[in-house]
């Protein structure tokens, strides 16, 4: 069950069932089986306690309608305590610009300002954390790049596949583009995903197979190594200039006419990325990011905010091979923004 033109809005899930009645009897539906929840490490919290209470207060205000008292949402609108945006400057894009108001989140800009808009997302930060620290999902011991580097060249005693043999020991894969560059990708962003092919909730059969097979340290470790990698890029053919200059156009303005935001409100001028949850896209091989996009636009990958769904679903084929023809070629040190940890 569906709203209406629920496509459009990034917030979908199949939940139909076949029904079959039989007079008499008493059996119940089993209960839905759940969605896999997207489980992110929110950034610490650092703000003053006054800060917090009067984030509080402006949450209850504005945001619990949709988002839940507490900041603990469910159902179709974003549980905020597990968004990628709390940790980066896109957040005050969404809150006050309206970046996501085709996805149903109208802008604020005209009842918050940047300050006030600030203090809520401290506040989700806080509850965040409450709920982490709860959970004891935090970490003892930090990632161990050295083991990481180990697991990248060799794999791991318990039958873990060597990195390296994909993604290249220095994280620069092949150059195909049928593996992702990952030198100096935020370690957070790289767990993360890693997780999410463990738990399925990022669906490729052989990544899910790979990571099901490291443990939580392991995947910690990789993630660490690679983000302090530093890789050379290799050289590749150069794109026609005019569908480099149309992805510039989009990733920098997006298109208006279309409600498309230039990418770089989320991913950073020069496609250096938000770290630590946002990944740099510059340097990105080509083929791999319109793969990418073309998994968002037919509902194949649903790990990511509903964002990158929402405007995949309006590119065309064109507007795709341009963006990542951009972001190819770009060369604004990736690595260089990427906090290393």
Not at 17 to 30: D, H, T
Not at 119 to 133: F, G, L, Q
Request: charge should be neutral.
């Amino acid at each position: 069950m569906q709203g209406k033109q629920s496509d459009k809005s990034g917030n979908e899930r199949n939940v139909s069932r076949l029904l079959v009645f039989k007079l008499g009897a008493r059996a119940s539906l089993p209960p839905l089986s759940p969605e896999p929840r997207l489980a992110l490490n929110p950034p610490p919290a650092t703000a003053s306690a006054a800060t917090v209470a009067a984030g509080e207060a402006l949450f209850g205000r504005f945001c619990s309608v949709c988002h839940g008292e507490a900041a603990v949402g469910g159902g179709v609108v974003p549980d905020l305590r597990g968004s990628p945006f709390i940790a980066v400057d896109a957040w005050y894009s969404i809150v006050l610009d309206g970046a996501l108001k085709e996805g149903g989140m109208a802008p604020f800009g005209s009842v918050l300002d940047r300050t006030q808009a600030a203090a809520i997302r401290d506040y989700v930060i806080h509850r965040a954390n409450e709920d982490k620290a709860a959970s004891g999902a935090t970490r003892l011991q930090q990632p161990d790049p050295n083991r990481g580097a180990v697991i990248v060249a060799q794999g791991t005693k318990a039958g873990g596949v060597a990195c390296a043999q994909c993604h290249g020991f220095a994280g620069s894969s092949d150059g195909s583009g049928a593996f992702p560059r990952i030198a100096g990708q935020s370690a957070s962003y790289l767990s993360e995903q890693l997780r999410d092919f463990s738990s399925g909730v990022r669906a490729n059969a052989v990544m899910s197979s790979i990571a099901s097979a490291l443990s939580p340290d392991d995947i910690e470790d990789v993630a660490a190594y690679y983000a302090n990698v530093e890789a050379p890029f290799p050289p590749l053919a150069s794109a026609d200039p005019d569908l480099v200059r149309k992805g510039q156009e989009l990733a920098e303005t997006g298109n208006a006419a279309k409600g498309i935001p230039g990418c770089a409100a989320c991913h950073g001028a020069g496609g250096v990325g938000e770290p630590p949850t946002v990944p740099y896209l510059a340097g990105q091989y080509a083929h791999y990011t319109a793969f990418q996009l073309q998994m968002w636009q037919r509902g194949l990958r649903r790990n990511s905010p509903e964002a990158m769904a929402l405007f995949a679903k309006k590119l065309d084929a064109q507007e795709i091979a341009a963006i990542a023809a951009y972001y190819q070629q770009l060369r604004s040190s990736a690595q260089a923004a990427q906090p290393k940890g």
